[in-house]
């Protein structure tokens, strides 16, 4: 397991395919915020549409670009009138056995066609921290050649009743995130935080020893000794990279852990402590209240899993 893979299933992350967009304009459609633990995408299928954000240059979108909202912002989906085309008609939408159709083109060609969806993950999650407010790649890219099949597959599963249709969709939403996450990635010059600490090959040997061993009592030396450079050095490098310190950057990883224990888990409180490196139980609660806002035990209550 790489530790991209290990962030991905700290951050308990699902997909959800949810709507299939045959849209002609001119139409805006404005997309409230999303709630805490929900990012926001768009696929554009085919056609042209542009994403406006309050304060924020609006992007264009064409046929083949992934558009996606690590924290889920309020935005509009603005399109405009085809030239030729009838003027558009009411709104309706169906169930088609596999997602809900939304349609205001009848029987006429749309001028946008959309998957539009969510992806669900737990509170805090490191990785969607260090992601920026907008995520965008296409897949008519060659440079992601895997992406264009697996939208293909969507699109086709999400038109066709088949059986089965509902749960390969939410599937092949899940695969999405890591898919668009993995194009992106190739596509940046240069990344901070823990994704360019990861990018480096001797400090990422040191995030990868923090996820994969939470509970060794780790210091500074230990880590840049995984690094293979000499303390000051590992220091120096990873400042490069990140604004957080390195045992800042531990802390959170623990308390990620310990927060998907307790969720999924029915170990008490003290041995999640245990198991994310604190021998003190007193420690471990303030720790996970200073970044949660909550004490551990009801964090546990609140998420209703156990």
Known sequence: M??????????????ALDLRCLLSGPLELDHAPAPAGEAVYHVVLDGECTVLRRGQTPLELKAGDIFFLPRG???????????????AGAMQARDNGAVTVRSNCGEVAPGVDLLCGRFLYAPRALLIDVLPDVVYVSFSNASAPYLAPLVQTMRREAED????APSI???LST??????????LAGQPSLAGVLGL????????????????????????????????????????????????????????????????LTHTKKSIADVAAEVGYQSEAAFSKRFKELYGIAPGKFRTENGLM
């Open 2 to 15: 790489d530790a991209l893979d290990k962030l991905i299933q700290l951050a308990n992350l699902s997909g």
């Open 73 to 87: 912002d309020a935005h509009v989906l603005s399109i405009r009138a085809c030239e030729s085309g009838p003027a």
């Open 161 to 164: 009743s088949q059986l089965g």
């Open 169 to 171: 969709v939410t599937a």
């Open 175 to 184: 695969a999405l995130f890591t898919m668009v996450l993995r194009a992106w």
């Open 198 to 261: 990861l990018a480096n090959r001797r400090l990422g040997a040191s995030i990868i020893a923090m996820l994969e061993r939470p509970a060794e009592p780790w210091t500074l030396e230990m880590l840049a000794k995984e690094a293979a450079m000499s303390r000051a050095t590992f220091m120096r490098a990873f400042s490069a990279h990140s604004d957080s310190s390195p045992l800042a950057l531990l802390s959170h990883v623990r308390m990620q852990l310990a927060s998907t224990m």
